[in-house]
């Protein structure tokens, strides 16, 4: 079964982190290019950031250059989003994304909660 399950999100305080993983199981991830999007409420649901199958080339939205850092570990099929310096605008549903050409697959998210 194709699955894509994100971990790691919960309530932080602003200026803290948080690490999400994504866990891929159903297909290998080599040859997929990864994508971190999130939605807040009554948001439309925007990239964050994305990282390449084969060169691992990063991406970022401006919003969150120099705070938030992609990675992939193909040998254990997942991929990861190390969250820095947090912030209340931070605050929504993250969802991974997996892409080879027509195939593209997506998690059912979890909730990042920036708050005092």
């Known amino acids: 079964q194709l699955q894509l399950v994100e971990s790691g999100g919960g309530l932080v305080q602003p200026g803290g982190s948080l690490r999400l993983s994504c866990a891929v199981s159903?297909?290998?991830?080599?040859?997929?290019?990864i994508g971190w999007f999130r939605q807040a409420p009554g948001k439309a649901r925007e990239g964050v950031s994305c990282?390449?199958?084969?060169?691992?080339?990063?991406h970022y939205v401006d919003s969150v250059k120099g705070r938030f850092t992609i990675s992939r570990d193909n040998a254990k099929n997942t991929a990861y989003l190390q969250m820095n310096s947090l912030k209340p605008e931070d605050t929504a549903v993250y969802y991974c994304?997996?892409?080879?050409?027509?195939?593209?697959?997506w998690g059912k998210g979890t909730q990042v909660t920036v708050s005092s």
């Open positions: 159903g297909f290998t991830l080599d040859y997929y290019a």
């Open positions: 994304n997996a892409v080879r050409g027509p195939l593209n697959y």
């Open positions: 990282i390449s199958s084969v060169d691992g080339i990063t």
